[in-house]
């Protein structure tokens, strides 16, 4: 039993609008889904992805306007990246610098070229260049966007956990989910489903003794994994039990199923279905462009809206020079 790959990506922001404006005009993610924090209906849930919001592009967002920024440290996924096609990192490197996301030094890793920077929150994001015969990555191409179809985003490449032990979630990740020790560089181990999908690899950085991460607004929430049937993902859930890990029972979130736990190192773990995907209570044309809530928080629409924060989601921003 296998995961294809990484479903999405749940993150924690402070401000709606300012991760409206980042995802969408800078990076060019459409938004895929407006919606409310199932658990937490007096927050956002914003969506984002490739044009249908495929597994393996889906980063999610909770903005919560009254927290303090995150601090990185371990027991978190302390960073995602998204795969460029291999002659697009000067491209991005310019774009981030023409809307002031100053990115670091690139770096090559495990043979790739990675262009680090950060989103509004600090939260740590990386460009990763895939190599140029991986041309059956491929995502459905954001009409939501000026940026031009050969240099668009394709989907999640990888996410970095930052842990005290390696062997605890190593064993969570090739024992139950099936994926593969594929190498180590320096403080790196790499595991990867080798699936040929998107958002195929898990990187653990072992930091032993190094303080651990305080969650807030730049923070990772949890990072999901994909279940291809109902059926995979109880049988997940009880690969996950029989390590000796609870899982939860299999939650509604309208979009997919979930089942969520608890990594030997701190990080919160998903199993989330592919169906029935993001064009159930909407038209795929107009995907994300209102606020939809699940049947049971109907009768609450008009308190629930009163309660968010006005957004602008086509606000157009401007270079920084
Ligand atoms: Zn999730």
Known sequence: MKTLG????????????????????????????????????????????????????????FPWAHINAGQPGNREAAAFSYSIPHNSLSFWAARLKQ?????????????????PFQDPDGLHLELITLPSQSAHISIIPTLHSNIPEEHQLRGFNSVTLWLDEVEPTARVLTEVLGLTFIGQEGHRYRYSTQSDELGQII???HRPNAH????????????AFRAQTDQQQLDFRSAVQHIGIPATEVIDRQYFHSVYFRTPGGVLFEIATDLPGFATDEPLDALGQTLKLPVWFESRRAMIEQNLAPIDRNRKIAYVR
Do not use: M
């Open 6 to 61: 990484l479903h999405h990506i749940t993150a924690a922001a402070k401000d709606p609008q300012t991760n409206l404006d980042f995802y969408q005009q800078i990076l060019g993610q459409r938004l895929t889904k407006t919606t409310v924090n199932f658990d937490d209906p007096g927050t956002y849930h914003f969506y984002y992805g490739d044009y249908t919001g495929t597994p393996g592009t889906a980063l999610t967002f």
């Open 99 to 115: 809307f002031g996301y100053n990115p670091s030094r690139e770096d090559i890793r495990f043979g790739d070229a990675v262009l």
């Open 203 to 205: 990187d653990i950085v």
């Open 212 to 223: 651990s991460a305080r969650f807030g607004a730049g923070s990772i929430h949890h990072i």
